[in-house]
Each structure stands twice: as structure tokens, then as C-alpha cells.
């Protein structure tokens, strides 16, 4: 069994991932899930060969969004 990636765990989404995730929250929030807090929303963190891959998911509907922010990986 492989070590916990601690790293990827840790990892912070940028300032742009936030604003992409608030968006997706709000809007989500709205229509899906008015009871449940913002957090509601599920994140999900993948390690790829260039950068973590940030994928948001709505607990209500299901509809999923890639809030990756890829220039970011370029520095
Ligand atoms: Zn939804």
C-alpha cells in the first residue's frame, strides 16, 4: 500500500481555484442544496504529472467542474 501523499493533503487551492469554487458554490447553493452550508461542496484533489488537478462536485446534483487553475502549473 502506498504512503499517504501528505503533500497533496496539504495542498491549498489558489486564489483563483477559491473564486472558481466560491462560484460554483453560490451558484450550486442556490438551486441544489439551500439547507447545507457552502462546504457542502465536495472537493477533490488529484496529483497529476504537472500539477494537482482541483475537481469540484455539487452533493445535490452531481454536476462536476474542473476549477483547476492550469496557468498556474506553468511557473
Ligand atoms: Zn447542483
Not at 7 to 31: I, P, R, T, W
Not at 51 to 64: F, L, Q, R
Request: aromatic letters at 10%; hydrophobic letters at 25%.
Amino acid at each position: 500500500m502506498p504512503e499517504i501523499d501528505y503533500d497533496l493533503f496539504e495542498h491549498k487551492l489558489n486564489e483563483k481555484e477559491q473564486k472558481a469554487y466560491v462560484v460554483f458554490g453560490k451558484e450550486h447553493k442556490a438551486s441544489c442544496y439551500p439547507d447545507y452550508t457552502l462546504s457542502a461542496i465536495e472537493v477533490t484533489k488529484e496529483r497529476t504529472d504537472k500539477g494537482i488537478k482541483i475537481t469540484v462536485k455539487c452533493p445535490e446534483c452531481k454536476a462536476e467542474e474542473d476549477i483547476t487553475d492550469y496557468e498556474g502549473w506553468k511557473k
